[in-house]
């Protein structure tokens, strides 16, 4: 097998290529075929994304950018909250910020300190600088902050699915065609983690560096 297939075969391996539905018109670029009124998506162009999207992410490592991961679905917290620790982002997961995500100007309206109580009770705090990159893990239930990173010209990256709005999609920078199963997800953080810190090593930045 060759280098190529073994990574499709590993998409493959974690249904990132099983849609939820019938593609929008828009989505058909992407699509590969259907089956039982399923999209059938094209691993070879959801690997042409997760590489555009990875190389895009790794260039922030030389320019120290601030990436603002976003993620509603409990299942991804731990993954999500991984990858931000490693590249030194800012995570907000649902579970700790439910109150956050009902509020509307989540990055126009949050340059200083502010405190969000969620229902456990627990405080949580919103971005203090405006960020580089905001990575969405659910573009179509987070319409609200892909919609608003496109008015501050902020780049998403999001992993898309095929009942994705066209109003969202237009907005996405670098859309990765994937059925979010916790495989590919973590895949897909794995992807852009070892990306992100071979740069750094590339520019002799360290870690604690990027804080600074």
């Not at 990574?7 to 828009?26: F, P, Y």
């Not at 969000?116 to 902050?145: I, N, Q, Y």
Request: aromatic letters at 10%.
């Amino acid at each position: 097998m060759t280098l190529h297939g073994a990574v499709i075969q590993k998409l493959l391996n974690t249904g990132s290529h099983l849609g939820r539905r019938a593609a929008e018109h828009h989505f058909k670029q992407y699509a590969y075929g259907t089956r039982n009124g399923m999209t059938i998506i094209d691993s070879d162009k959801t690997l042409i994304c997760l590489r555009s999207a990875a190389s895009f992410v790794a260039n922030l490592a030389s320019a120290r950018g601030n990436i603002f991961f976003v993620n509603t679905n409990p299942l991804f917290d731990e993954i999500v909250e991984l990858t931000s620790r490693r590249i030194q982002g800012d995570a907000y997961n649902h579970n700790r910020s439910t109150n956050l995500w009902k509020m509307g100007g989540f990055l126009t309206n949050s340059y200083s300190p502010k405190k969000f109580r969620s229902r456990h009770k627990k405080l949580c705090f919103g971005p203090t600088t405006m960020p580089d990159c905001v990575v969405v893990f659910d573009a179509e239930r987070k319409s609200s902050v892909v919609l608003e990173a496109a008015k501050l010209q902020i780049p998403v990256v999001a992993i898309v699915d095929p009942n994705v709005p066209l109003e969202f999609f237009e907005k996405i920078t670098y859309p990765v065609p994937a059925r979010d199963s916790v495989k590919f997800v973590y895949l897909f953080c794995n992807v852009i983690t070892k990306c992100f810190v071979a740069e750094q090593m590339k520019m002799g930045i360290k870690d604690g560096d990027l804080a600074a």
